[in-house]
Nanobody
Framework: QLQLVESGGGLVQPGGSLRLSCAAS????????IGWFRQAPGKEREGVSS????????NYADSAKGRFTISRDNAKNTVYLQLNSVKPEDTAAYYC????????????????????WGQGTQVTVSS
């Protein structure tokens, strides 16, 4: 059974950092493109960042550029999202998602492209 489990969320002060993890079970994560998404109450789910399966090419939403970093550790079957310089507007439930094929050079940030989803982890930015 393919499963994605997010962790690492919590309460962080503005300007602080947090590292989210997306661990896979039942499949080899390195064969999948991975995206990170977030959804705040009353808002649509939005793409934050993605990483391709073969080349490791990354893609970031404008809101994440320069502050967030996506990476993967194939040995641990895990993808990370490092959040730096967080802002109150980063408060949301964060989700990871995966898709195996096709293999685009630039992995989309649209949520409908992905097949498998985790349950999410809450990030709250507040002083």
């Amino acid at each position: 059974q393919l499963q994605l489990v997010e962790s690492g969320g919590g309460l962080v002060q503005p300007g602080g950092s947090l590292r989210l993890s997306c661990a896979a079970s039942g499949f080899t994560l390195e064969n999948y493109a991975i995206g990170w998404f977030r959804q705040a109450p009353g808002k649509e789910r939005e793409g934050v960042s993605s990483i391709s399966s073969r080349t490791g090419t990354t893609n970031y939403a404008d809101s994440a550029k320069g502050r967030f970093t996506i990476s993967r550790d194939n040995a641990k079957n895990t993808v990370y999202l490092q959040l730096n310089s967080v802002k109150p507007e980063d408060t949301a439930a964060y989700y990871c998602a995966a898709r195996m094929f096709p293999v685009p050079a630039r992995v989309p940030l649209g949520p409908t492209w992905y097949n498998y989803w985790g349950q999410g982890t809450q990030v709250t930015v507040s002083s």
